[in-house]
């Protein structure tokens, strides 16, 4: 039969303090790795959140800039849809209308961190709001296609490579 040690008046034995000790620890570790994980997930939302409010908001007034001056160039002199819509560097496109000289564009100052779109008629700018990180932002396309105007805007993620943030601007290039 096996016989329990019986702990005298005098305290703990030393494999009960050791035992309780590493419990402790370890319980400790666990709650502060899973409070770190939560934070860092946390934080990944809200900056996610942040973007795409800001992609929203970039664009719908966008395209509502430039369907406008689509529009507006149509009831001047028939001038209406978008010719060409070219490249100009990494910052900057230009929107060139149909059978006139009129030139709208879209330019990124990353200094300021704003995406401005500039017209005779009308203009838009927002500032790139300061919480989302990014190495990079440039245009990444910008033309007409099958009668649609297609303008992306790339961020690239200051931690990883994979992490898809773009902000791509499809309209129908037509006065209707």
């Known amino acids: 039969m096996i016989t329990m040690v019986k702990l005298n008046k005098k305290g703990y034995l030393a494999v009960e303090v050791i035992l309780a000790s590493v419990v402790a620890v370890s319980i400790a570790v666990f709650l502060i790795d899973?409070?770190?994980?939560?934070?860092?997930?946390?934080?990944?939302?809200?900056?996610?959140?942040?973007?795409?409010?800001?992609?929203?908001?970039?664009?719908?007034?966008?395209?509502?800039?430039?369907?406008?001056?689509?529009?507006?160039?149509?009831?001047?002199?028939?001038?209406?849809?978008i010719e060409k819509a070219t490249l100009i560097d990494d910052y900057t496109c230009e929107l060139k209308f149909k059978n006139s000289n009129v030139t709208s564009n879209i330019n990124i100052n990353s200094t300021k961190d704003t995406i401005t779109y500039s017209?005779?008629?009308?203009?838009?700018?927002?500032?790139?709001?300061?919480?989302?990180?990014?190495?990079?932002?440039?245009?990444?396309?910008?033309?007409?296609?099958?009668?649609?105007?297609?303008?992306?805007?790339?961020?690239?993620?200051?931690?990883?490579?994979?992490?898809?943030?773009?902000?791509?601007?499809?309209?129908y290039n037509s006065t209707k």
């Open 119 to 171: 017209s005779e008629y009308s203009g838009y700018s927002k500032k790139i709001n300061k919480d989302i990180k990014y190495s990079s932002i440039y245009i990444d396309k910008c033309g007409v296609e099958n009668n649609y105007l297609i303008i992306k805007i790339n961020f690239e993620d200051i931690f990883t490579t994979n992490n898809n943030r773009d902000i791509e601007i499809v309209l």
């Open 34 to 81: 899973l409070t770190v994980k939560m934070v860092n997930k946390t934080n990944d939302n809200y900056t996610n959140t942040l973007f795409l409010t800001d992609k929203a908001l970039i664009t719908n007034n966008l395209r509502k800039e430039i369907k406008q001056d689509i529009i507006q160039n149509g009831n001047i002199n028939n001038i209406g849809e």
